[in-house]
Structures are given as C-alpha cells and as structure tokens.
C-alpha cells in the first residue's frame, strides 16, 4: 500500500508563491491519479487539483484555475501543486490523495483511497 507526505507548507503573504510536494513511498504512485485536496477551518474539504497517471490531463477548482499547476515526477514518485498569487482564502491544510488506478479520474473524496496527513498553509493579508 502507498503511503503519502505532503511537504512545502507554511506562513506566506499574500502574492506569494509555493510549491506543496507529495512524497509517495510503499508501492510505485505511477499508476494512479493524484488529487491535491484542502480545508480551511470550520469548512469541508474541498477539491482543488487532479492529475492522472500519465501527466497528460490535469483538473483544476475554479478558486485556483489560473494560479495553481499540477505536476508529477513519476521516476521521484511524486506529485507536485506550484501556487501562485496567494490569497488569506487560501489558508488551509492541504492534503493529497491518490486513487486505485484506472483510467477515470473522479474528482470526490470519495475516488481517492490514499491520504497523506496534510500541510498547513496559512497566508497573511
């Protein structure tokens, strides 16, 4: 079984970028799809960013189109969300997860088997 760490978190400003990485261990990442989740205090998880297999198709929220990429580096097993123009909104703890493989990408919580434990991001206005 995959096991997931999340790392690059931390207190930025607001205009700032970031790059959270997702370290996979335990068994090869390369076959399933990568999906980078978030939750600010008080609400719900929320989808933000989805990559499949091969790095061909990416998903994006519309809260961060146009200012978060997704990437993987399948030889490092890893998967990366490089974010710019940060927002106070932004302020959350991000989480990647990985699903059981395949070739369709769900983009719920629910479609993701594996979850690391999360980095904190927090942007100061």
């Known amino acids: 079984q995959v096991q997931l760490v999340e790392s690059g978190g931390g207190l930025v400003q607001a205009g700032d970028s970031l790059r959270l990485s997702c370290a996979a261990s335990?068994?090869?990442?390369?076959?399933?799809?990568v999906g980078w989740f978030r939750q600010a205090p008080g609400k719900d998880r929320e989808f933000i960013s989805a990559i499949d297999w091969s790095g061909n198709t990416t998903y994006y929220a519309d809260s961060v189109k146009g200012r978060a990429t997704i990437s993987r580096a399948n030889a490092k097993n890893a998967v990366y969300l490089q974010m710019t123009s940060l927002r106070p909104e932004d302020t959350a703890v991000y989480y990647c997860?990985?699903?059981?493989?395949?070739?369709?990408?769900?983009?719920?919580?629910?479609?993701?088997?594996?979850w690391g434990q999360g980095t904190q991001v927090t942007v100061s206005s």
């Open positions: 335990g068994r090869r990442l390369s076959s399933s799809a």
């Open positions: 997860a990985a699903d059981r493989g395949g070739l369709r990408v769900g983009l719920r919580e629910a479609d993701f088997a594996t």
